[in-house]
Structures are given as C-alpha cells and as structure tokens.
C-alpha cells in the first residue's frame, strides 16, 4: 500500500513510496519499506523523524487559527480569450514557482498580484502545471476552474520549505478550498496553521532545515 498518514502530535508516516527525493532531485533510500518523515521542523535526522517532536511539544491541532481559505479570480483577456486564474491563499508554500516561471502576470510586488492579460496563455499554463500546491486554478473561456495534475507519483522536500507530494493518497481531510487531492504540499516546520498541509508560515518565520 503506497499512502502517506499524520499521527496526531508526531510524524508523517510514509508508506510504499516509489520515490523520495531530496532538494536538489537526489534520491533518498529509506530504511525501511515504512518510515516517518519529520513535520514538527525540529528533527537533527531531516526529512526523518528522528522523536524530536515529543521534546519540542509538537501539537498537530491547529486550534481556532483563522486561515485564508476563500478562493480569488483573477480575470483578463489573454490572445483573445478570456483567462480566469483562481489563487487559495491558504495553500501556497510561497514556493514561488510561479514567479520564476512567468512574472508577467505572477508577480507579488504589484496589485493585484495576479495579471492574466499581462502575459501568454502558454506562459500562464506552465505556472499552473507548476504549481506544487493546489494553491492555482485556471479557466479559458468559462470552463471549469481545474489543476494541470501529472501522473509522476513521488515525494519530494523543497530546501527550507515544504513536502511536495504527486499522486500518492493522503490519510487526511483536505480542507483548502479547491485543494487537488493528488498533488498538494505538507508542513515540514511545523508551524502551519493548516496542518498537515503547508500554509507558507515557514516563509514568514524563516524556518530553515538545519534549525
């Protein structure tokens, strides 16, 4: 069985991952066909749980925390089509590939901070395919707001920020308003206040991995 399971006040237990891969795309072995990732950011074992959450008082509650979970369209005419991009804050890891990938429309210096007809329907794509999150939809010309999901199933850890996780099931409720199910972000810092899913808090704080 391939599934990834939070333990309440403890670790990520991973099971049957076909791939695990460090910041820079290398492949990490577990041990064992089971193991725990670390999501209380304090591990000296990363991404492994090393026990350091039961020292450090992890909770995995998130209380009454206030998250922003309402979805925002932003709507422009692209090449003669209209392109709505639909960004939950609540889900970004502030990763920021959509800044790389095309600042013409994506670019959290400006109001707004999303443009369509700023730049390309191509362009505008790419962020969507890229996006790590479920954070971005998009809809041309009226369809249905969706994801552009992969079939890749891994996961993968970004340096000082989340777990990336593709096509592999979660024992968890997703609660981020028009969260893709199969490719979605995990709090590696422990500080989310939408846990078990990354909310960018590890930005504000500036967590690092060797914290």
Not at 9 to 21: F, M, T, W
Not at 33 to 44: M, T
């Amino acid at each position: 069985m391939t599934i990834i399971k939070p333990m309440k006040d403890g670790p990520l237990v991973a099971q049957g991952i076909p791939n695990l891969k460090d910041p820079v795309g290398t492949d990490v072995k577990p041990e064992k066909p089971a193991f725990g990732l670390c999501r209380c950011g304090q591990s000296k074992n990363k991404p492994f749980c090393d026990g350091s959450h039961t020292a450090a008082g992890f909770s995995s509650d998130n209380g009454d925390a206030k998250v922003r979970n309402t979805p925002i369209q932003y709507t422009g005419q692209v090449e003669g089509k209209s392109v709505t991009v639909s960004y939950t804050p609540v889900l970004c890891g502030h990763i920021a590939e959509c800044q790389r990938l095309h600042k013409q429309v994506f670019d959290s210096s400006q109001k707004p901070w999303i443009q369509p007809e700023n730049g390309s329907l191509e362009g505008i794509l790419s962020v969507i395919n890229a996006c790590p999150s479920g954070a971005l939809r998009v809809s041309v010309e009226g369809e249905d707001l969706h994801h552009m999901d992969s079939d890749e199933q891994s996961v993968s850890f970004v340096k000082n920020g989340p777990y990336v996780v593709k096509n592999i099931p979660l024992d968890a409720e997703f609660n981020g308003a028009g969260a893709s199910e199969k490719e979605y972000i995990l709090c590696r810092c422990g500080q989310s206040k939408n846990k078990p899913f990354c909310d960018g808090t590890h930005h504000d704080v500036k967590w690092k991995d060797d914290a």
